[in-house]
């Protein structure tokens, strides 16, 4: 036990002499949480859109108005042609168009039914079928409340099935609700992860390394002396983050954080091993930061942070099964969003275990092949 506090003391010494790891611990999880928490959103808002107004009645008006209070819209132009607002769409000045035919309220109050066309701009597929799914919900929004203004009878045979819908763990369908966890752990990952990676590698550059090999140092206390700070950082980083998601964007944590912390440990422990497990069989901290970039960029972009698991190919879903960051993904979300317990998440706590202690059993095995080879 003397002998690994020895070695800790060294690891801390070592972190805290080094200005710019303590800024890359601290500062840049926070500063990269508040940020892209902004910028990766999916959700669409301010979308351009031009009123093409062929009927210029009270009803086709009072529609306009419920589109330019909605937080999706901003009215860049009405006009009573299409041919302007085709033209505007030409030179991206227009995300959507909105058609309100000739006679509309004419035929709202004969009991007919009349077309609106929407035009979207579909360069942006994902954009155009947003808009119009927008639009789309706001005339069913507005459609019961024009009915009374017109004073106009609710036809039954028109609406044989009524439906109603409510929305759990985000209620206002708030992006930010759901990136949030995922974020907080691709940036542990990444900060860990890489430090991780750099650490025995950066000894054999610093030619250190050749004498932790024939100190009397056990294989155990030279991997537990180069995991441990960086573990303790990583939980402190995820108390940060946490404080972030809860105080500065006001979402609420569900969950049992206990459980939460009780994954985030096992999960630190997989990470920094695979970490370690890089720089023992890399020959440069170039080639370190190249391996473990590319794995774990891989890793992020099939975890589901940014688009669902379930519209993957399956071959993908597949070999996300031994993706770490993907059970983060899911258990952070579940725990903080959903309250979900022990019982729900049982699967993933074993998984990751296990991933765990063949990753560290590596590590291990790989360090003493090292140590024979000097």
Known sequence: MRILLALLKKEFLQIGRNTFILRLLLLVPILQLCILSQAANFEMKNLSLIWVDLDNSPSSQFISKKFQASRYFILHKVTHSP???????????????????????????????????????????MKAGLASNYAAHIFMETAGELAQQLRLPIIAKNFDIQTTYSLWYNPILEYKTLILPGLLAVLVTLVSGLLAALNIVREKEMGTMEQMNVSPIAKWQFIAA?????????????????????????????????????????????????????????????????????????????????????????????????????????????????????????????????????????????????????
């Open 83 to 125: 041919m302007p607002a085709l033209h505007e769409m030409q030179n991206n000045k227009a995300d959507l168009i909105v058609i309100i035919p000739a006679h509309f309220e004419k035929e709202l109050r004969s009991g007919q039914s009349p077309v609106v066309s929407f035009v979207a701009d579909a360069v942006n597929g």
């Open 226 to 374: 180069k995991l441990l700070p960086f573990w303790l950082i990583g939980l402190f980083e995820i108390t940060l983050g946490l404080g972030v998601i809860r105080w500065v964007f006001q979402i609420p944590l569900l969950g049992n954080l206990a459980l939460l912390y009780a994954f985030c440990g096992i999960y630190m422990a997989l990470i920094l091993a695979l970490g370690l497990l890089i720089s023992n069989v890399s020959r440069t901290q170039s080639q370190a930061m190249f391996v473990t970039t590319f794995f774990f960029m891989l890793f992020i972009l099939t975890s589901g942070v940014f688009t669902p698991v379930e519209s993957m190919p399956s071959w993908a879903q597949t070999l996300n099964k031994a993706n770490p960051i993907a059970y983060f993904v899911d258990v952070s979300r579940r725990i903080l969003l959903k309250g979900a317990s022990f019982q729900h998440l049982k699967t993933s706590f074993l998984t990751v275990a296990s991933l765990a202690s063949l990753s560290l059993a590596l590590a291990i095995w790989r360090y003493k092949k090292t140590h024979a080879d000097t």
